[in-house]
């Protein structure tokens, strides 16, 4: 293992995804892993459908996971805020807001180059043109790099939020995601359906954790919610009830309760261990499975004839080509890519006398 990678699984280690003795949550790990896997799916899925002009059976896994795919991402998102907002305004910004905003800059322009360029180009657009474009990125996020977007946007919210009633909030914005408005742009949109997910992760932080203990304890009884909950969660997605006012708020939560129960449950199974590394890693494959996915449709993924096995084998290659990015990457030097260089950390406030200390790297795949 290189020196730079060593670096950043260590970084990776050290992520807010931890208890606060430094060891990670293996239920976490899991969730965060289903969920990841999920949302690779999606896109898979759709660029296979696109490209065929029909669907198949796999449609019908991503239509069950819609209800519960990026509310339980948020809510996991959540969890640990609690203790980033003990720190220091210039640690908190640096770590939650810096920390994300520093990889959607790199990686939207990466995919704005290699792909959305491109396609402007042959549509004949100038470049002026182009450089709108690029310049929208900043408020109109690229694709799926959206959620790591949001993520800064929220982090900040909460932190200036943080004497307002919790009911209140949790109210407002659960109100707001029952309304579903819509307004064409994705950060108001996305803020309306997702963000009383990642505030509830936050306030509701040692309540999910003592059911994911409960789980543990109680393997019998999570494996009957899991079934009944994927019961009424296959009725009400194919009655078309998933989309309804206050029925998708409730969906989204007891979905998310399910994800964790999942992933505490699956973390007792040794040969389940790859979605724990897909959980600790889900950034790293949140950022490069876009590129990923170009590369292994070009390379003939998605030319099986069935659709379903089609979309599904391009939504593992998919995964594994971003975690295979990410290694040669580290191998070649290109550590900025995934370990968030020092001229882009804000400056700690420091005493007048000055200790030696050892350099930090904050790394994209916690």
Known sequence: MSAADSTTRRATAASEDAAPGGAR?????????????????????????DSRGATGWLQYVVEFARPFRMPDFFLIAGLFLSNALRRPWRVYLDRKVAHFA???????????????????????????????DYLLTFIEPVGSLWFIHSLALYFVIVRLT???????ILLLTG????????????VPDEFAQRFVYFYSGYVFAPQIFR?????LGHAGRALGYLAVWGVVEQYCVAHGWSTLPGVGLALGYVGAIAVVFAGGLLSRLSWTSWLRYLGENSIVVYL???????????????????IGSAALV??????????LMREVAMRLGLTFLYVRPRW??????????????APQVDAAGG
């Open 314 to 323: 391009l939504t593992v290659c998919s995964v594994i080509g971003a975690l």
């Open 162 to 168: 943080r004497r307002v009633p919790p009911w209140l």
């Open 211 to 215: 059911l994911a203990d409960w789980s």
């Open 288 to 306: 490069g499975y876009y590129t990923a996915e170009r590369i292994a449709v070009a390379f003939g993924a998605s030319r099986l004839p069935d």
């Open 344 to 357: 882009a950390r804000l400056p700690p406030d420091l005493p007048v006398r000055r200790t030696a200390v």
């Open 25 to 49: 949550v293996a239920w976490v790990d899991y969730s965060k892993g289903i969920c990841i896997f999920l949302v690779v799916m999606l896109h898979a899925n759709l660029e296979v459908q």
């Open 175 to 186: 109100g707001l995601q029952c309304l579903g408005p819509r307004t064409g742009w994705t």
């Open 102 to 132: 520093y990889f959607y800059v790199l990686w939207a322009a990466i995919q704005f180059v290699l792909f959305e360029s491109r396609y402007q180009q042959r549509l004949g657009g100038t470049a002026v043109d182009i450089g709108k």
